[in-house]
């Protein structure tokens, strides 16, 4: 069935780094574009990056520009985040999602990972 | 940037009928997503492009915008509705959500 599993994550120290995975399976992978959306504690969702289906174009959210870079790779569909210069305020659980339709909306989500930034 | 502004909560007696705002300026000329969201859980897409609903979602689910509102509506909301409900659309190089709205079904 279509359904995208994540791993990594974990604990890390504020400065350190970490990379995401989201294992994608039942669907054309190369042909959508993906996305990260994270929740920290007690707060909303809030959208991290997006990659085009060929990987050409990247876009970040400005709390994680020039820090974190979205990835893939279409031969093992499989997504990625790696993040880096982590701070206290990247903790959150962090779901890749696959974006559907001129206008991107997320029908397929990972099941979401925890990241704790502590020292 | 653009922003989405959702209240933060709106209570519906069990059965009745609950309505979330999206505001947004001239949100009306924008594709809007809604995703349900529980602990512990992924989201849920419950409504695409302003009013279509996915498959597996139930008809009192639904959805409509306008000039600077996008709204979801949920007829006859029973206690599994009880949940976060959070708007989103994609604005030309960034995803946007709205700040999230608790339901609480009484």
């Known amino acids: 069935q279509v359904q995208l599993v994540q791993s990594g994550g974990g604990v890390v120290q504020p400065g350190r780094s970490l990379r995401l995975s989201c294992a994608a399976s039942?669907?054309?992978?190369?042909?959508?574009?993906m996305h990260w959306v994270r929740q920290a504690p007690g707060k909303g969702l809030e959208w991290v990056a997006a990659i085009w289906p060929d990987g050409s174009t990247k876009y970040y959210g400005d709390s994680v520009k020039g820090r974190f870079t979205i990835s893939r790779d279409n031969s093992k569909d499989t997504l990625y985040l790696e993040t880096n210069s982590l701070r206290t305020e990247d903790t959150a659980v962090y779901h890749c999602?696959?974006?559907?339709?001129?206008?991107?909306?997320?029908?397929?989500w990972g099941q979401g990972t925890l990241v704790t930034v502590s020292s | 940037s653009y922003e989405l502004t959702q209240p933060l909560s709106v209570s519906v007696a069990l059965g009745q009928t609950a309505r979330i705002t999206c505001g947004g300026n001239?949100?009306?000329?924008?594709?809007v997503h809604w995703y349900q969201k529980k602990p512990g859980q992924a989201p849920l897409l419950v409504i695409y492009r302003d009013s279509n609903r996915p498959s597996g979602i139930p008809e009192r689910f639904s959805g409509s915008n306008s000039r600077n509102t996008a709204t979801l509506t949920i007829s006859g909301a029973q206690d599994g509705d009880e949940a976060d409900y959070y708007c989103?659309?994609?604005?030309?190089?960034?995803?946007?959500f709205g700040g999230g709205t608790k339901l609480t079904v009484l």
């Open positions: 999602a696959r974006s559907d339709g001129a206008s991107g909306w997320y029908a397929v």
């Open positions: 001239n949100i009306g000329s924008k594709n």
């Open positions: 989103h659309m994609w604005d030309s190089t960034a995803g946007v």
């Open positions: 039942g669907f054309t992978f190369s042909s959508h574009g």
